[in-house]
């Protein structure tokens, strides 16, 4: 069993690492095409989702201290991520294949700011993660 704890935990190190590096990375350069990543990174956010649920019922199951409360608080602050993602990148992003210049630049400005606000509550579910296990 113990295998499985290393290959969910490992699934979820590393999509967590793709999805917030990413997110990061866009949202301090705006010249980097969102759109090219949006795909992947509601991907990374999906395994990150799946496999956290997993370590939830593996290390957590019913129990809610502490510890938990802090991770829930990351786990809100995920969700809140991807919903602004899909609302403020992936939709925009969509629009952009026939937009004129002016709404190009429109769509664009929207996505990075997603890509910003996203980020942010990123930098928050890292920190929940981090933090977790001293209080």
Not at 27 to 51: N, Y
Not at 56 to 84: D, N, P, Q, R, T
């Amino acid at each position: 069993m113990q295998y499985v704890y290393i290959v969910v935990i490992g699934l979820h190190v590393m999509a967590g690492v793709f999805w917030a590096g990413t997110t990061i990375t866009l949202a301090r350069d705006p010249d980097i095409r969102a759109e090219r990543f949006i795909q992947p990174q509601m991907g990374a956010a999906g395994m990150v989702f799946l496999t956290g649920a997993l370590l939830w019922y593996f290390f957590h199951g019913a129990y809610f201290g502490s510890m938990e409360m802090v991770l829930a608080l990351g786990i809100l602050a995920a969700f809140a991520a991807a919903g602004v993602l899909g609302a403020m990148v992936r939709a925009p992003s969509r629009r952009l294949a026939g937009a004129n210049a002016e709404t190009e630049t429109q769509l664009r400005a929207r996505m990075a700011t997603g890509e910003r606000i996203a980020a942010w509550l990123l930098v928050v579910t890292v920190l929940c993660m981090a933090v977790a296990r001293m209080v």
